[in-house]
Antibody
Framework: EVQLVESGGGLVKPGGSLRLSCAAS????????MNWVRQASGKGLEWVGR??????????DYAAPVKGRFTISRDDSKDTLYLQMNSLQTEDTAVYYC?????????????WGQGTTVTVS | DIQMTQSPSSLSASVGDRVTITCRAS??????LAWYQQKPGKVPNLLIY???TLQSGVPSRFSGSGSGTDFTLTISSLQPEDVATYYC?????????FGGGTRVAIK
């Protein structure tokens, strides 16, 4: 079964740091482009950033509100994605989802984790 | 960065009605657009990708159209289980921006 399981959420004070993890299973993680998306309570979906596969260049992209504060990394030997969050602000409070997808074939692959909650207060 | 504007932000329609949600990109994104459905307390579910390709398992009453800057999600006959918030998302290049969402309710 294709699965993504996030962990590492919790309560942190403004200015603090937190590292989220996302454990992948059921697919070839090393080939996957991985994304983080967040959703504040009662609000819409917000793309946070992504990391390409090493074969795709391994580069990262970030949304403007988190650029310079958040860092996405991956450990292909552990099939795990990370989101290092520094200088956290109250507006970073949200459920954070890791996602993998591939829209090049049919059916599309679009897998979301169950989310992990980050509260900055 | 390209902005994604969805309209309306909410709508209420009767069971059996045809419902249309639009998504406009501030620049050409070709057909690199996905539509998601999110029910309360649930993870988003992919409905449409490549602007008009219906994801496997999604009811055929859902359809997508458009290319370039203007896109549409249509529910041909609204059902009670379609009550949800719908989001578009561009994926041509980063940032992979979501639209603001459209909340669909039953009248």
């Amino acid at each position: 079964e294709v699965q993504l399981v996030e962990s590492g959420g919790g309560l942190v004070k403004p200015g603090g740091s937190l590292r989220l993890s996302c454990a992948a299973s059921g697919f070839t993680f090393s080939n996957a482009w991985m994304n983080w998306v967040r959703q504040a309570s009662g609000k819409g979906l917000e793309w946070v950033g992504r990391i390409k596969s090493k074969s795709g260049g391994g580069t990262t992209d970030y949304a403007a509100p988190v650029k310079g504060r958040f860092t996405i990394s991956r450990d292909d030997s552990k099939d795990t994605l990370y989101l290092q969050m520094n200088s956290l602000q109250t507006e970073d409070t949200a459920v954070y989802y890791c996602i993998t997808r591939n829209f090049l074939g049919y059916p599309a692959l679009d897998i979301w984790g169950q989310g992990t909650t980050v509260t900055v207060s | 960065d390209i902005q994604m504007t969805q309209s309306p932000s909410s709508l209420s329609a009767s069971v059996g009605d045809r419902v249309t949600i639009t998504c406009r990109a501030s620049q050409d994104i070709s057909n690199s657009l996905a539509w998601y459905q999110q029910k309360p307390g649930k993870v988003p579910n992919l409905l449409i990708y490549a602007a008009s390709t219906l994801q496997s398992g999604v009811p055929s009453r859902f359809s997508g159209s458009g290319s370039g800057t203007d896109f549409t999600l249509t529910i041909s006959s609204l059902q009670p289980e379609d009550v949800a918030t719908y989001y578009c998302q561009k994926y041509d290049s980063a940032p992979l921006t979501f639209g603001g969402g459209t909340r669909v309710a039953i009248k």
